[in-house]
């Protein structure tokens, strides 16, 4: 076997995980998640993303169409969103970082979702994120599984990820606590 073949397999096998969990005090699980639960709503949770809307799509001969209005549901499995804010480390020169996400699962108080395609430096890229109980009120707890992405070291990225977290927590305490 080639050596430097070899080390191209090792390195194309790594795969980054890891979990971030953030705290939200005073709302319970049940309230957070009927805030969270719309999975085209990111842009209400997370500071860096700008837009989040349902794409609507479907095959005409081999190109993607978009959907007569209506058809589709969103928040089932296989809806896709599309995200946009200005968060790009892979391709620099480009203005705004954007992705396209897939709804691979549901329950009462999660989700998990793919990367389907991105200008951000991914490859493959699955997460999970979940309102879990916790003695202060409620936590988000975000699993995600990914290729190393381009212009990220691991360390970072879950740092990422973990403010990313945190300031869902923090949007939930003020729009729940806040309510008459």
Request: glycine residues 10%; negative net charge.
């Amino acid at each position: 076997m080639d050596h430097d073949t070899s080390r191209e397999e090792e390195a194309a096998a790594v795969l980054w995980r890891g979990t971030v969990r953030a705290v939200a005090s005073g709302p319970t699980p049940d309230e957070a998640w009927a805030l969270l639960g719309d999975f085209c709503s990111l842009d209400r949770w997370v500071s860096t993303v700008r837009t989040c809307r349902r794409v609507v799509e479907m095959e005409v001969d081999g190109a993607a169409e978009p959907e007569p209005e209506g058809e589709g549901r969103p928040d089932a499995p296989g809806c896709v969103r599309y995200c946009e804010g200005p968060v790009n480390m892979a391709a620099p020169g480009e203005p705004v970082g954007w992705s396209k996400e897939r709804l691979l699962e549901t329950d009462h108080a999660g989700r998990c979702y793919e990367l389907l395609d991105s200008n951000k430096g991914f490859g493959r890229y699955r997460a999970t994120v979940r309102v879990e109980h916790d003695p202060a009120g409620c936590a988000v707890s975000w699993s995600f599984e990914a290729d190393p992405v381009k212009g990220w070291t691991l360390e970072g990225f879950v740092a990422f990820l973990d403010k990313l977290a945190r300031g869902v927590a923090q949007r939930l305490e003020e729009e729940i606590m806040v309510r008459p």
